[in-house]
């Protein structure tokens, strides 16, 4: 997980900083419907950078060669207490913010009392699947359950709105709902606890949940008219007197209420931006180019011609390392004095650049398997122009040159195809 955090950190950077740079004018050009729908390439885009090039895959061979290589404890203690103690403090924050919005979570539902309502009572028709309840613990109409959803009405629902208010608030909910935005929010939270340290992670989160917001407001205004806009900006402004909880997984109609983010809603529905087919064409290329541009820069790394890789090479030659760094010993196996081996299969770039390590076995299981991965995936390799696929190397971690550790040779168990 964390080689995975470390190989997403730049291409998130890289995604995150052209959306909300170019956030604004985005907005003014497609509209909040069309931005919200933009935030898909943030999961794509790591996505695709982590997939092979198809005609990578199809034009490849494997070499001969084999190395295998010792690695002894040479980092000091404190060197390597200062990397796990990093490693821990990131899991345990990850940990607890998981833990605060599980209890956050659940105590809301166990505080709240609900009453069922009649659908029919409602002047609008809600989905079969979503039950409608009324509590005096609900701020205002909000969806809420992850596996069960539900919708909950605040007991002065009919008295703050009125019948058209109402009804509009009714359809934005809704909105969340069939679109499953409970389960999008899911997602999002999950990516900003585990990149709780990114500050672009923090930014893009909270835009992404005005987008939505935004973009419900846009597609229940989509065919209303100027009375309606009217009607429905004087209930946000009803709505933004009382600010609710940061209570995730809570998708309410005044989520996020506070005064800024109404005003921003309310000009939104002022100007009612609809986007033009040069803005809607210009986007779409955009977020093509990113995207293909993410999936090679995440597997070939390097800015030579891909013809150099369409046709392999007429004589294999053993690729040998130029640079090699050495595998951080774990302070628990040095404690414990455990030695052992593992095997990495990975490919080698034009430029010599090592890619796309795998572990294929180890002894004993998953000890030095991230030590070796890490420190594989910054060795250089001479640059012969040509894509190497599948090569194979075996770490022996040994204490020191008196180990009586019986040597293995767990290539031998091996054989990688084309």
């Given at each position: ?28 050009r ?42 002894v ?25 998981l ?12 505080k ?40 909950l009405?605040?007991?002065e629902f ?28 899911l ?10 340290f990114?500050?672009?992670v ?18 229940v ?18 709505a ?13 109609f ?24 040069l ?34 090479p007429a ?15 774990p ?19 034009g430029?010599g650049?090592?890619?796309?390590v ?8 998953y ?52």
């Open positions: 997980m964390i080689d995975l955090l470390i190989t997403w950190f730049a291409p998130l950077t890289i995604i995150l900083s052209i959306i909300l740079i170019s956030h604004r004018l985005l907005l003014k497609l509209g909040p419907t069309k931005v919200y729908l933009l935030w898909l390439c943030v999961p794509i885009g790591l996505f695709f950078y982590s997939l092979p090039l198809s005609w990578e895959a199809n034009n490849h061979f494997a070499d001969d060669k084999i190395q295998q290589f010792i690695v404890p040479t980092q000091t203690f404190q060197q390597q207490f200062t990397v796990e103690w990093l490693i821990s403090c990131w899991i345990l924050i990850s940990t607890l913010m833990i605060y919005w599980l209890i956050s979570h659940f105590q809301f539902l166990n709240t009392a609900l009453t069922r309502l009649d659908p029919n009572q409602l002047p609008v028709k809600l989905p079969l699947n979503l039950p409608v309840y009324q509590s005096a613990h609900a701020y205002s109409p909000m969806i809420v359950g992850v596996i069960n959803q539900k919708l009405l605040p007991e009919t008295a703050l709105y009125n019948d058209e208010q109402q009804k509009l608030i009714l359809e934005h909910e809704i909105c969340h709902f069939d679109r499953n935005d409970i389960y999008w929010n997602i999002a939270f999950m990516f900003l606890a585990l990149f709780w990114h500050p672009l923090w930014l893009a989160y909270f835009r992404f949940r005005r987008d939505q917001e935004l973009s419900c407001d846009q597609i205004l989509a065919r209303k008219q100027l009375a309606s806009r009217i009607n429905y900006s004087r209930a946000l402004l009803v933004a007197e009382t600010s609710p909880p940061l209570a995730f997984a809570q998708l309410s005044k989520k996020y209420g506070d005064k800024e983010i109404m005003f921003e809603r309310i000009k939104h529905i002022k100007t009612h931006t609809k986007a033009s087919k803005s809607l064409a210009l986007a779409s290329v955009l977020s093509i180019t990113l995207l293909s541009g993410l999936s090679y820069a995440g597997n070939i790394g390097d800015g030579n011609n891909t013809q150099k890789h369409r046709t392999p004589v294999k030659k053993e690729a040998m390392p130029t640079y090699r760094v050495e595998p951080k010993y302070l628990k196996a040095v404690e414990e004095e455990i030695e052992g081996a593992v095997v990495l299969k990975f490919d080698i770039n430029e650049e090592v890619k796309n795998e572990v294929m076995d180890g002894v004993p299981a000890v030095f398997d991230r030590v070796a991965m890490t420190a594989l995936k910054q060795w250089k390799y001479e640059a012969t122009g040509e894509y190497h696929k599948n090569q194979l190397v075996q770490l022996d971690f040994r204490m020191g040159p008196d180990s009586t550790f019986k040597d293995v040779n767990l290539i031998e168990k091996i054989r990688v195809t084309q």
